[in-house]
């Protein structure tokens, strides 16, 4: 038997999971499914992740349950049991979620995280809003404790103390929600809502809070950020 032949075997009796060394838990946002991480997991697949896109139950519980079942269940998944670095990539609660969990708990192969639109500091429409019940048939626990004041679940969190990068939009195709709102936003949160203490890089790109995880160069930036801890360009201008 040649050498190229036994080389080409042998690799394939190896498992893939061998071969790929960085693993990304997706998690989506408020009233989301998996479906729209879907587009991104496909790129960092492409990039050699091993990608877990996570579903769970947004509307049905409170951000500490959820943060506290859905992340836990996403580490004993068999799919990054292997993986030297665990990543995340978020988008809106999602990233909440992240914050919520790692306060009290730690993940020794932890990685980078990036953030999509993630509501940080709180968002105006949950201050708005968030009291009616329509709000909370639609929402459920989790939305009401998005809001702005410094009781909301973001602004008690605190400074992050692991890698994040957070993308914002400035883009809105809904501006009865932008009207609540201050400064750029992407219809849901403010760009400047977005930040956190502690972060290691920001950028705001031209998409709207929905489209935002699906926008080429967000996604783009993702990947760059997981694998240098910055992103490559600055924030597009208005």
């Known amino acids: ?3 190229p032949l036994t080389l080409a075997i042998l690799l394939a009796s190896i498992p893939v999971a061998s071969f790929a060394s960085e693993g990304v838990v997706l998690l989506h946002g408020l009233c989301r499914t998996e479906i729209s991480m ?3 997991a496909t790129a960092l697949r492409q990039e050699s992740f091993v990608v877990l896109n996570v579903d769970y139950p947004s509307r049905k519980s409170s951000v500490e349950e959820l943060a506290g079942t859905t992340i836990s269940n996403a580490l004993q998944d068999a799919k990054i049991a292997e993986v030297n670095k665990i990543h995340f990539v978020t988008h809106s609660m999602g990233g909440i ?3 919520q969990y790692l306060k009290t708990n730690k993940i020794d192969r932890l990685g980078r995280v990036v953030m999509l639109g993630p509501p940080n500091q709180g968002s105006e429409i949950v201050d708005k809003l968030g009291d009616l019940a329509v709000f909370e048939m639609i929402n459920g626990p989790a939305g009401r404790q998005l809001g702005t004041g410094a009781d909301s679940v973001p602004n008690r969190l605190g400074p992050v103390a692991f890698e994040v990068g957070v993308i914002a939009g400035d883009r809105s195709i809904n501006w009865i929600n932008s009207a609540m709102i201050d ?3 992407d219809g849901k949160v403010s760009v400047q809502r977005t930040k ?3 972060m290691k890089d920001h ?3 031209h998409a709207s809070h929905p489209y935002l995880v699906r926008d ?3 996604i783009r930036e993702t990947i760059r950020f ?3 801890g910055r992103f490559s360009s600055k924030s597009e201008e208005r």
């Open 226 to 228: 997981l694998r240098h």
């Open 216 to 218: 080429d160069k967000a």
């Open 1 to 3: 038997m040649n050498r």
């Open 38 to 40: 879907a587009k991104m």
């Open 183 to 185: 400064g750029p936003d």
């Open 203 to 205: 950028l705001v790109v």
């Open 97 to 99: 979620l992240v914050r």
């Open 196 to 198: 956190v203490a502690g």
